[in-house]
T-cell receptor
Framework: SQQGEEDPQALSIQEGENATMNCSYK?????LQWYRQNSGRGLVHLIL?????REKHSGRLRVTLDTSKKSSSLLITASRAADTASYFC???????????FGKGTRLSVIA | NAGVTQTPKFQVLKTGQSMTLQCAQD?????MYWYRQDPGMGLRLIYY???????DKGEVPNGYNVSRLNKREFSLRLESAAPSQTSVYFC???????????????FGDGTRLSIL
């Protein structure tokens, strides 16, 4: 069963614009991770944010975590056509249980 | 380093046939996983191996078996394939022994399996 739910399911933007994707989850977590999947490829880990962190940056990526609302957001600034992919959040409930992935957001960046 | 390698990349089976999907990682990771990905369903965990010598069921284990052959290799077997098992299968691995469930996962590029 899915723990995280991404929103929106699909997003289409122009190159240079910012893209924001959201993830909501149901139970308390140890950490939340974001992954990218290009068409026909496996998932690639982007960023991990721990439950005691509120914001984290990596290059053009910014992730926030609000544990009181059980939600996270992934912001991609100055999008490029190469950012076109599906993005998944995954939650870790404890150290001894596997990650649970959401269904993903499909991002299309139009040049 | 190749990371996580899955073989084969594509396979077509007839209903009732059996086959084994192979996965190997060269990152000295302790934990390995098998997922299936279906349209609109995201990734669903089939089986996982938190460490060499252990395997556990995930969300959708029915119709599958696994073998953690050694630290590098984790195979997935379909004993009697059914059309409902048509999917893309991904293998992944993660480092660490303690708090293994919190670690980032590294994925292979998948096996596309069609069952007629």
């Amino acid at each position: 069963s899915q723990q995280g739910e991404e929103d929106p399911q699909a997003l289409s933007i122009q190159e240079g614009e910012n893209a924001t994707m959201n993830c909501s989850y149901k139970t308390s977590i140890n950490n939340l991770q974001w992954y990218r999947q290009n068409s026909g490829r496996g998932l690639v880990h982007l960023i991990l944010i721990r439950s005691n962190e509120r914001e984290k940056h990596s290059g053009r990526l910014r992730v926030t975590l609000d544990t009181s609302k059980k939600s996270s957001s992934l912001l991609i600034t100055a999008s490029r056509a190469a950012d076109t992919a599906s993005y998944f959040c995954a939650t870790a409930v404890s150290g001894n249980t596997p990650l649970v992935f959401g269904k993903g957001t499909r991002l299309s960046v139009i040049a | 380093n190749a990371g996580v390698t899955q073989t084969p990349k594509f396979q077509v089976l007839k209903t009732g046939q059996s086959m084994t999907l192979q996965c190997a990682q060269d990152m000295n990771h302790n934990s390995m996983y098998w997922y299936r990905q279906d349209p609109g369903m995201g990734l669903r965990l089939i089986y996982y191996s938190a460490s060499e010598g252990t395997t556990d069921k995930g969300e959708v284990p029915n119709g599958y078996n696994v073998s953690r052959l050694n630290k590098r290799e984790f195979s997935l077997r379909l004993e009697s394939a059914a059309p409902s098992q048509t999917s893309v299968y991904f293998c992944a691995s993660s480092a660490g022994t303690g708090n293994w469930g919190n670690q980032p996962q590294h994925f292979g590029d998948g096996t596309r399996l069609s069952i007629l």
